[in-house]
């Protein structure tokens, strides 16, 4: 398992942006996949967008969750040794804790039980 870290999250207001980092504990170039999901209070944990340096999607590594695209990029440092969601046009249904999650392999899987390595979570709050 890779040891994953999330930073970057705090308050914001209402179409303001934010960008997450998910670092990892050691360097890799074996391929892997890197998943955002967040969780809101009171409901599930949801797929948020997921990000592979082996893969290509119209041209980049990122897949998103329909509802996100356009608002959220997803991309990897060039070092492969982090991965960050920028969020843009923040709205306070976006409020909830981010989690970064990876799998070895290069395969985007929306699903929770794909993903073996997970971080502590970073909160991110969208209010005036």
């Known amino acids: 398992q890779v040891r994953l870290v999330e930073s970057g999250g705090g308050l914001v207001q209402p179409g303001g942006s934010l960008t997450l980092s998910c670092a990892f504990s050691e360097r890799t170039f074996s391929p892997i996949t890197v998943a955002w999901f967040r969780q809101a209070p009171g409901k599930e944990r949801e797929f948020v967008g997921a990000?592979?340096?082996?893969?290509?999607?119209?041209?980049?590594?990122?897949y998103y969750a329909n509802p996100l695209k356009g608002r959220f990029n997803i991309s990897g440092s060039d070092a492969r040794d982090t991965v960050y969601l920028q969020m843009t046009t923040l709205q306070p249904e976006d409020t909830a804790i981010y989690y970064c999650a990876a799998t070895r392999g290069a395969k985007i899987s929306t699903t929770r039980s794909s993903y073996d390595s997970w971080g502590q979570g970073t909160q991110v709050t969208v209010s005036s």
């Open positions: 990000f592979s340096w082996n893969i290509n999607i119209n041209g980049n590594g990122a």
